[in-house]
C-alpha cells in the first residue's frame, strides 16, 4: 500500500516573536485543531465545508478555538464611548492557564491555484481584517470595559486562504506557493500550510479539487500585564 505523505507546516515569519511565546504557541495549535475539525466535519456531515465562506466555515473554525482555549466566544460587541453603534468582535478566546486574551478578527479568501494568483477583492479582505485590529490596538479603556481585562490581549489578523483547482494531479510545491502568497499580501507574521491533495481525494467536489489550506496572520500587542 503506497504511504500517504500530509504535508503541514507552520512557518514564524517575524523575528521579533519566538515558538515558545504564548501567542505563537496558541495561533499554531489552533491552526492543527482547525485542520482536525474540518476533516470531522466531512467525515460526520459527509460534506466538504471549504466550499463555504465565512458564515459555514465558522462551524469549524470556532470549535477550534474551543479545542485550543479555556473559553470561546462569538460576536463579541463593543462600543467606543462617543459612539452609540455596537461593534462586533468575531472571535475571543482565553487560554488555557486564564492568562491571556485574544481577540481575533477573521477573514476567508480564496487562491486560484491553476493560474497562481489572487484576485484584487481577496486582497483588500487582507487589509480589511488588518484595519479591524488596527482599530482595537488603542482602544484599551473600550476593551477593558466590554472584552476583557486583567490579562494580556492580544488581537489577532487571521486570513485563511482555500485553493481551489480543476486538475486532478497536483504537485504541491510549498516554497513556490509560499513565495507568490509573499509577493501578493503585505507583510505578515507567521503562515500555516495543510496539503490535502493526498486526503484520499476527500477535498474535492464535482471536478473542483482543493488542494491545500494556508493561514496567514498578525500578531498585535494590546496590552499586557505581565
Known amino acids: 500500500m503506497k504511504k500517504v505523505k500530509r504535508y503541514m507546516k507552520f512557518e514564524l515569519l517575524n523575528k521579533k516573536y519566538s515558538k515558545q511565546d504564548d501567542p505563537v504557541i496558541f495561533i499554531e495549535n489552533f491552526c492543527i485543531n482547525l485542520v482536525q475539525e474540518i476533516k470531522q466535519y466531512y467525515f460526520d456531515l459527509g460534506e466538504n465545508p471549504l466550499q463555504y465562506r465565512e458564515r459555514i466555515l465558522s462551524s469549524v473554525i470556532f470549535p477550534a478555538f474551543m479545542r485550543t482555549g479555556r473559553r470561546a466566544v462569538m460576536e463579541v460587541?463593543?462600543?467606543k464611548f462617543e459612539e452609540s453603534k455596537r461593534n462586533y468582535l468575531d472571535y475571543y478566546v482565553m487560554d488555557s492557564r486564564g492568562e491571556?486574551?485574544?481577540?481575533?478578527?477573521f477573514k476567508h479568501g480564496w487562491y486560484d491555484y491553476d493560474k497562481g494568483k489572487l484576485i484584487d477583492f481577496n486582497k483588500k479582505k487582507w487589509t480589511e481584517v488588518n484595519k479591524q485590529i488596527e482599530k482595537l490596538e488603542n482602544e484599551k479603556e473600550v476593551i477593558h470595559r466590554y472584552i476583557d481585562s486583567d490579562k494580556n490581549i492580544y488581537g489577532l489578523s487571521m486570513y485563511m486562504l482555500v485553493s481551489q483547482s480543476y486538475m486532478e494531479n497536483i504537485t504541491f510545491e510549498h516554497e513556490k506557493y509560499k513565495k507568490i502568497i509573499l509577493e501578493e499580501l503585505d507583510k505578515f507574521d507567521w503562515i500555516f500550510t495543510k496539503k490535502l491533495v493526498d486526503?484520499?481525494?476527500?477535498?474535492?467536489l464535482d471536478k473542483l479539487y482543493y488542494p491545500n489550506i494556508t493561514l496567514i496572520g498578525r500578531i498585535t500587542e494590546i496590552d499586557r500585564i505581565t
Open 77 to 79: 460587541y463593543y462600543c
Open 100 to 105: 491571556n486574551s485574544y481577540l481575533v478578527e
Open 199 to 204: 486526503e484520499c481525494n476527500l477535498f474535492q
